[in-house]
């Protein structure tokens, strides 16, 4: 399986936060049927939705991690090679200038 890029794993979060929340309007409105298929219904989705939450969560949970480790990560390097860094971030400041000054 090839990764999500953070574009599309946003959307994929904001999609999934849609859904939910109209499966929760969609309960509510249904709350007075009576019949027992509309009940069983109404439980199955809202056991599914409420994995669903879960599983949001979880997701973002995991993100927030990532981005934290990577934070982390950058930090450590920029502490250990400052020069390093201060070159690196020269290089990528020349290159975005040619690219700017050409249009």
Not at 17 to 32: G, I, N, P, S
Not at 41 to 57: C, E, F, G, I, T
Not at 79 to 90: F, M, T
């Amino acid at each position: 399986m090839t990764d999500m890029s953070t574009a599309q794993k946003d959307k994929l979060m904001s999609d999934l936060r849609l859904v939910v929340a109209d499966a929760e309007e969609l309960l509510r409105m249904t709350a007075d049927q009576a019949s027992e298929a509309a009940a069983d219904v109404r439980s199955r989705v809202q056991a599914r939705m409420n994995q669903a939450k879960d599983d949001l969560l979880r997701m973002q949970d995991v993100a927030v991690e990532k981005a934290k480790a990577a934070g982390h990560a950058t930090d450590e390097f920029v502490h250990e090679n400052p020069w390093k860094s201060v070159g690196i971030a020269a290089g990528v400041g020349l290159l975005l200038g040619l690219l700017v000054s050409r249009r």
